[in-house]
């Protein structure tokens, strides 16, 4: 079967994978999916429905039990682990299953020093990082003596720090308070806008209702919908079959849909803009 | 009557320089529902130890002030005396299970009572059937999805039979379905069974609508306290960064703009509905 | 799949399951010593031959295959072991001879994995954990006991998540020489124990929040009855002990090769 991965558009390419664990589990079923070079993606589902396992192809951690999965043109089959992990950064979702180093510098110099940079550029690399996550006045503190927060961010710089081409975050806002969601929303934003390749899974809606990235749905090992924000979190149907919830915006009207209002609202804010409308207009 | 009264509370870790909160002064009244919430590391955690006495039973450290659950002196009655009176449930569904099988865990706190069996038995069966996890009650805990395990937790202490019920960010690990189902059974043990609830939650689009009262917490003191309403629509719950529901959050950009619904909705349906009055005005 | 599996628990319902833990411990006590009293290659193929039937009711003959497959290595391992040190240290047997002792060593080996493969196969942890409480044995130390069986399979879950998070940030853990083999596992073993920690103070504090230590004598949901069946097996398990010990002082036992060549 002929694909396209003669364009350098498509970063992330992954065709009909299939992915069952030794103990016999199938955590993927038949995954297709094109992930352009910049693109912003959230992947989605309750947990179980393969999410992770998913985003483990993309960085190589796993190989397709069948198909074939493409990273910038290369197959993953045929390159390392620690080749991969040069363009796709991984952020695991609990940074205390990464962390281990003396000082907070030693952790984001660790990856540097396993893709064997100069001395110079990891200092130069590091700094950058800590300067990136606003981590400075912890340079020489343990990770261990930090915030849960904290920590967190210093997961994030130790992986940001080789500059991957692509990011993917694994449940980011898990544990995480309203003004560190904020930030971390900001942050990754930032990140997609610079030009890299940015993927959360999560499901946290209203995380991803503020954000606005591509979606792509997952069910029981099968992507059963990609598309914007707007559309899939808007689609009742579809948002049930893969349990996760509406917006509470989108709740709101749902109800209203009846009085002719647009059902396709994720945002507060232009909710808010489209009852103004509509209401002071009564007065 | 009051089932939680602290005077003057002050705690301090024993590694800690400075205490975790400070003065704190707080009354709940039995069949309560409380929202405890505020940024990370504000002290709410901390609190909530103090009401089963692992403060400062558990964790030593400097406690000043008073403080006094169901009538008993917390610094003078052990850990498991108070437990008998306040469940406690935490963040991580994982390590709240330690049984082979979920009735067994259920079953834990009677055994340690020393119940006899039969009425063990009765108990579990009862708890398990409340939290919606009695089909559940030969499997084992580490098979369950984290939503289950949280709600076999539930049920073990609510197997105790406790008066007051302290939730610590319950839903954190959870996804939206596995939330919604833990809130609703810590709504039906308030509303059907009376028992006193206290829920520490940074996720309040759920939840604010079931609450009798929020407590925003900020460096270690209470700053907010009060009718979830009033509380959530203030503007310093914004800027303490609160996360305020989306609904209320909407009522309040309205008001700015010059738009009244009929007094701060604290759920879409409520949103909903003051939408809908006022279109029909 | 590996040859553990034919000694991990597994949870279907036979009659050999519901049976008495203690029963079953007794049973593999008594088939541990009949089976080293005996060095005879004929009385050890008898044992191996009447644990089978054992096996088909509990159900569990997919897993105790793997158990026996599993062992098969070892098996080879401790013939020819056998075979070499008889051949070269006690130069009168003949061959035959020789060669039915180190066959006899090695069911011996055989049966013994069998035991205990059906013990396991057939005995979940809590009931294991309940025949330690109701046999006298402090509380304390059964609690640890079931509580680390229930963390295993968690724990083998975090380290795979562990090298995961570290592979992703470069680590390779091939190659090298030995040393730094070794240093490949710092940034595995400290997240490992760290984690390890936390786990274990937050479970101290859901116990402290359950009671724990409450009152002296503490009851339990669950209490284990001796039934028909459970006398049944002790009774056979004694039986089998008597008849082996009868045989082994009074019986001389036969070789393969006598029969044989007689």
Known sequence: ?283 | MAIIEAKRLTYTYPIGEKPAFRDVNLEIKKGEFVIITGPSGCGKTTLCRCFNGLIPHFYGGRLEGEITVCGLNVREHPTYEIAQHVGMVFQNPENQLFALSVEKDVAFGLENLGVPREEIRKRVDWALKITGTYELRNRAPYELSGGQQQRVAIASVLAMNPEVIVLDEPTSFLDPIGAEQIFDVINSLNKDLGITIILVEHRLDLISKYASRVIVMQNGQIVLDGNPREVLVSEEARLIGVGIPKATLLYKILKLRGISLNGPPLSSDEACRSIMEVMSR | ?262
């Open chain 1, 1 to 283: 079967m002929p694909i396209d991965n003669g364009s350098d558009e498509q970063m992330i390419v992954m065709d009909d994978v299939y992915f069952t664990y030794p103990n016999g589990v199938e955590a993927l079923m038949g995954v297709n999916l094109k992930i352009e070079d910049g693109e912003f993606v959230a992947i989605m589902g309750q947990n179980g429905a393969g999410k992770t396992t998913l985003v483990k192809h993309i960085n190589g951690l796993l190989k397709p039990t069948k198909g074939r999965v493409l990273i910038d043109g290369v197959e993953t089959t045929k390159v390392s682990v620690a080749t991969l992990a040069r363009k796709v950064g991984l952020v695991f979702q609990n940074p205390d299953h990464q962390l281990f180093s003396e000082t907070v510098e030693e952790e984001i110099s660790f990856a540097l020093k396993n893709f064997g940079y100069d001395e110079k550029t990891i200092k130069k690399r590091v700094d950058w990082a800590l300067n990136l996550l606003d981590l400075n006045e912890y340079r020489k503190v343990s990770p261990f003596m930090l915030s849960g927060g904290e920590r967190k961010r210093v997961a994030l710089a130790s992986v940001l720090a080789w500059d991957p081409k692509i990011v993917i975050l694994d449940e980011p806002t898990i544990g995480q308070d309203y003004r560190q969601k904020e930030r971390l929303r900001q942050f990754i934003v930032q990140l997609n806008r610079q030009g890299k390749t940015v993927i959360i899974v999560t499901h946290d809606v209203e995380f991803v209702a503020e954000c606005n990235p591509t979606i792509m749905l997952m069910r029981q090992g099968r992507i059963i919908a990609t598309g914007e924000a707007r559309e899939i979190l808007t689609n009742e149907t579809l948002v049930n079959q893969a349990s996760v919830a509406l917006p509470e915006i989108t709740k709101i009207f749902k109800g209203l849909e009846d009085f002719g209002f647009p059902r396709k609202v994720i945002d507060v804010y232009e909710a808010a803009d489209i009852l103004y409308e509509r209401l002071g207009g009564q007065r």
């Open chain 3, 1 to 262: 799949m590996s040859m553990f599996d034919g000694f991990k628990f597994r949870s279907v319902s036979s009659p050999v399951h519901q049976m008495d833990p203690r029963a079953k411990f007794i049973y593999v006590c008594i088939l541990f010593v009949v089976t080293v009293m005996f060095s005879n290659l004929i009385p050890l193929i008898i044992l191996f031959l009447i644990q089978v039937p054992f096996v088909f009711m509990a159900r569990v003959q997919k897993e105790w295959m793997r158990s026996m497959k599993g062992s098969a290595m070892f098996a080879v391992i401790i013939f020819v072991m056998n075979l070499l040190s008889l051949y070269f240290y006690t130069g009168y047997e003949t061959f035959g001879s020789i060669l039915e002792r180190s066959l006899a060593m090695t069911v011996r080996f055989i049966v013994l994995v069998q035991t205990f493969s059906i013990f396991f196969l057939t005995t979940s942890p809590d009931m294991l954990g309940l025949a330690l409480e109701q046999s006298h044995i402090p509380y304390e130390i059964c609690f640890a006991f079931t509580t680390a069986v229930r963390f295993v399979p968690v724990l083998a879950e975090e380290a795979q998540t562990i090298m995961d998070a570290q592979k992703a940030r470069g680590l390779e853990m091939e190659g090298g020489n030995f040393f730094k083999r070794i240093r490949n596992y710092i940034p595995i073993l400290i997240p490992l124990i760290v984690n390890a920690i936390r786990r274990s103070l937050e479970l101290a504090e859901t116990m402290e929040s359950r009671a724990w230590g409450a009152n002296r004598n503490r009851t339990n949901l669950y209490v284990l009855k001796m039934r028909r069946e459970d006398v049944l097996l002790i009774l056979i398990s004694l039986v089998i002990l008597a008849v082996s010990i009868y045989v082994s002082m009074n019986v001389q036992m036969p070789s393969i090769i006598q029969l044989l060549t007689s």
